[in-house]
């Protein structure tokens, strides 16, 4: 070697290790196919013609046959036509390195009729979770005997666990309200919709365009609040929990999680066209509405927004979940920080996350630290509900690319645009799942799109330096929603929240990720405030690798990355 | 519609009616409508800069504008576009008839289609002013932060005095979470408005001042000045509900709950639910 090129090496090695990290370090390739996911969602008629066609369907990463990696579920749906005869939900198998295995008849998932979102949940705390599908029709449970000796496959015990309201749901989500250490659920159902006789849109237009009729004019439908009674079956307490609200919102997408730190789950609420609810709970098995007053229910000029997802962060670094909200093309989302004391402020443009989004219509949402800095960034599904869109028509197109915005400095985020085909490609982004599929340590995102096929994005990112902490509680809660789990390394401190719902028509596996920055110390300390609100500490955790951390157990095991 | 609305829309196609005619040159049209932003606007009595003199007057009677302009009030935006697309056809190289054409579009809330018919005005006759303002706000609308600056930027000199063109600036910046600029900003709006005794403008500009002060966890001053603000312009919902919020975290739950209501009662009234999601 000639010294020229030795000087090269050399000199691209230190850029390398001294180079910031900028928007560009954060970047997916598209793999669904090559993982052997090869499947399209169906979700009524392509153009949507009606406000049934339009939702997409949703997916769910969690690992169900509790072999340390992700799987893959896909509530799918159906058309007008036929709503009771659709291609069928999906379960995917992950062999560990992220490559995919169709599962569902292996397993007993037979699901035709209209699926749209999915819940996933231990109900019976057997250490397996069960899934429940929300539909237009009748809900789903299955239970989750894949494991079980003689049984092998998931059970649908929808009737007898009295959870198939046939009421059109959209989203799901599971957590503990009245801690007791078994899962309760809150499904959120959408509006009255009957395929034969769907309304006109007969006048109907936006910003000139006609177009499909909904939700306003329709009549929007009330939640269900479910209290898990411990032996396989539910009971609908919504009247006496003070969840019945006197106007029903269109929900799409529901959030457990303590908002106040009172150790007690709340439930949030977005609902499209009309205010949000955020049900503050009491601790008696009764919940207070508190949108309005909490200032979360709307934007900072009171306008009810068309919420579709939700998605949570400790954003101002106060301990406190904040929340941003997708909303419709022609608005912005709004990102509210809880400031403490019961309040939300609406700080969408201080955090430079107004005005850059109204030409786009965003679904699901997420924070994660997709490029390992340090700090959370965010991701927005996008594309639009009407075939009609175009720019030219309503500045806004049918076709979007999908949003990830980067978290630049402690009051800003900053649209990535090349981060691959993820924000270049023009589809019709609705539901998204988040986690990291191939165990190699970063998040990789899961999308469903309307009517089109499903997206797998990898992500790319060269900087490895992570940790991801996994709770069990044995014999109740055992994925432990309602966790805090407070990471303190050097002289910082990060918190994330283990809880159910979020996102859109969406679950993401219970997995706590933190990146950790270029230089990180070799280890960090762990605080675990498990649902009943009793604290664990562990001390000198190595700082890479996924964390399993098992109630009362001092011994937490370490598992590596894959490389 | 609401008679306060209509009101509203009549003066502000009145003074379009004039300003595409080159009676005037004068930016009396309120462009600002997003539905965050509630803005009102009436004439005011500054002295407007010289149109350009490089053009021929076009329309020389007024009808077509007339007639363009009541079909716009109508929201029959098509007949008043084929008007619009009439005069842009008879007078290509006419600034103030691209302005009635991007008018069309900019009142249907098409601003994808507005913006270039107002580029085009500007690139035609950079005397010609109005434009630029309506540009600024279609491009904040299409969410182009630094492109709006620039457009409104580009007005600024032209009509200094103009409350509308702080404010827009103050919007920008308080996005930018440049609060001390936008506070600068909305200051000018708010002294400027009531110099020229326009309520509305005023009312609007306290009420984002008040944001700024929220941000900055002034809510004594905050509240002083939403209230300032809607005793200013009593249709002003936004602040209102502003100002319900302010007076939760004050702890006076009594006069919250009234804001609210006050808010819910003028906003039903103002902007009554409609399809999905106007």
């Known amino acids: ?563 | 519609m609401p008679i306060a609305s209509r009101y509203s829309l009549v003066l502000h196609l009145l003074v379009a009616i004039l300003v595409a005619n080159g009676a005037i040159a004068q930016e009396k049209i309120s462009p600002s409508q997003d539905k965050r932003d509630q803005t009102e606007q009436t004439p005011s009595g500054q002295s407007p800069p010289k149109p350009g003199d490089s053009e021929k007057p076009i329309d020389p009677d007024g009808s077509v504008i007339r007639q363009c302009v009541q079909l716009i009030g109508q929201r029959q935006f098509e007949q008043a576009r084929t008007l619009a697309q009439r005069l842009v056809r008879d007078y290509p190289r006419s600034s103030r008839a691209y302005l009635m054409l991007a008018l069309t579009y900019h009142k249907e809330r098409k601003y994808e289609q507005a913006e270039p018919l107002l580029k085009k005005a500007v690139d035609l006759d950079a005397t010609h002013h109005p434009p630029k303002m309506f540009l600024g706000w279609c491009r904040y609308y299409l969410g182009k932060q630094d492109e709006a600056e620039e457009a409104f930027k580009a007005y600024l000199p032209t009509n200094p005095d103009y409350p509308d063109i702080h404010f827009a600036l103050g919007l920008i910046a308080y996005e930018r979470d440049q609060l001390e600029e936008a506070l600068k900003r909305f200051d000018k709006a708010v002294e400027l408005a009531h110099d020229q005794r326009r309520n509305a403008d005023e009312a609007k500009s306290r009420a984002r001042r008040a944001d700024v002060l929220i941000r900055q966890n002034k809510l004594e001053q905050a509240r002083d000045e939403l209230i300032t603000a809607v005793r200013l312009n009593p249709q002003l919902y936004g602040a209102m509900f502003k100002l319900s919020r302010v007076f939760y975290r004050l702890g006076d739950v009594e006069s919250a709950r009234k804001a609210k209501q006050m808010h819910d009662t003028v906003r039903e009234k103002r902007r009554p639910t409609r399809g999905h999601p106007e």
């Not at chain 1, 009407?386 to 028509?393: I, L, M, R």
Request: hydrophobic share 35%.
């Open chain 1, 1 to 563: 070697m000639n010294r020229r090129p030795q000087f090269r090496f050399i000199a691209t090695l230190i850029a390398c290790a001294t180079v910031p990290m900028n928007a560009s370090d954060i970047h997916f390739t598209e793999v669904a196919r090559e993982s052997g996911v090869d499947l399209t969602m169906t979700c009524g008629a392509t153009p949507s013609r009606h406000i049934l066609d339009v939702n997409g369907g949703g997916v769910a990463t969690f690992d169900f046959d509790n072999d340390g990696d992700l799987d893959l579920f896909f509530a799918n749906g159906a058309t007008i036509d036929n709503p009771e005869k659709g291609p069928g939900s999906r379960l995917y198998a992950n062999d560990g390195a992220g490559k995919f295995t169709d599962v569902s008849e292996k397993y007993g998932i037979d699901i035709s009729h209209w699926a749209m979102g999915v819940a996933i949940g231990d109900i019976d705390n057997d250490g397996f979770d069960d899934i429940f599908v929300t539909c237009y029709g009748p809900n789903i449970l299955l239970k989750n005997d894949t494991q079980k000796p003689g049984v092998g496959k998931f059970i649908d015990i929808s009737e007898q666990a009295a959870v198939d309201d046939d009421r059109w749901a959209t989203s799901a989500a599971f957590g503990d309200i009245d801690a007791d250490g078994d899962l309760d659920l809150y499904v959120v159902n959408y509006l009255e919709f009957d395929p034969r006789k769907p309304p006109s849109r007969e006048g109907i237009k936006y910003k000139g365009v006609s177009v499909m009729a909904g939700p306003h004019g329709l009549k929007p439908q009330q939640d269900i609040l479910y209290e898990n009674q411990g032996n396989g079956t539910f009971k609908n307490i919504t009247q006496n929990t003070g969840c019945l609200v006197d106007q029903p919102g269109y929900g799409l997408v529901a959030l457990m999680l303590d908002f106040n730190r009172d150790g007690k789950q709340d439930i949030f609420v977005g609902n499209d066209s009309t205010e949000n609810f955020l049900f503050q709970n009491r601790g008696d098995n009764t919940f207070d509405e508190i949108g309005q007053l909490s200032g979360i229910a709307s934007n900072m000029d009171g306008s009810n927004q068309a919420t579709m997802g939700i998605a949570i962060s400790d954003i101002d670094g106060n301990g406190l979940p904040d929340s941003i909200v997708t909303s419709f093309s022609s608005d912005t989302n709004t990102l509210h920080l809880n400031i403490g004391d019961g309040f939300f402020e609406d700080r969408t443009a201080q955090f430079g996350l107004g005005l850059i989004t109204r030409p786009f219509l965003n679904w699901a949402c997420a924070f994660y630290d997709f490029d390992h800095d340090g700090d959370e960034d965010l991701f927005m599904s996008a594309g639009h509900v009407y075939p009609e869109a175009a720019t030219t028509q309503i500045d806004s197109d049918y076709e979007q690319p999908q949003l990830i915005f980067k978290r630049r400095d402690s009051t800003r985020f900053e649209r990535v645009i090349n981060a691959g085909t993820i924000t270049t490609e023009k589809i019709r982004g609705r539901s998204a799942a988040f986690g990291d599929i191939d165990n190699d340590g970063d998040i990789d995102i899961v999308l469903t799109q309307l009517n089109g096929p499903v997206k797998i994005y990898r992500n790319n990112t060269a900087n490895r330096n992570a940790l991801s902490v996994e709770l069990r509680q044995n014999s109740r809660n055992h994925r432990a929603y309602g966790s805090t789990i407070e990471l303190t390394i050097g002289d910082q401190r990060k918190i994330r929240w283990i809880h159910g719902g979020g996102s859109y028509q969406s679950f993401t596996a219970p997995v706590a990720h933190f990146g950790l920055g270029l230089k990180p110390p070799k280890t960090a300390a762990l605080k675990i405030t498990w649902p009943d609100g009793t604290a664990e500490s562990f001390e000198n955790i190595s700082t890479s690798g996924i964390v399993t951390i098992t109630r009362g157990q001092k011994n937490v095991t370490i598992r590596p990355f894959k490389k």
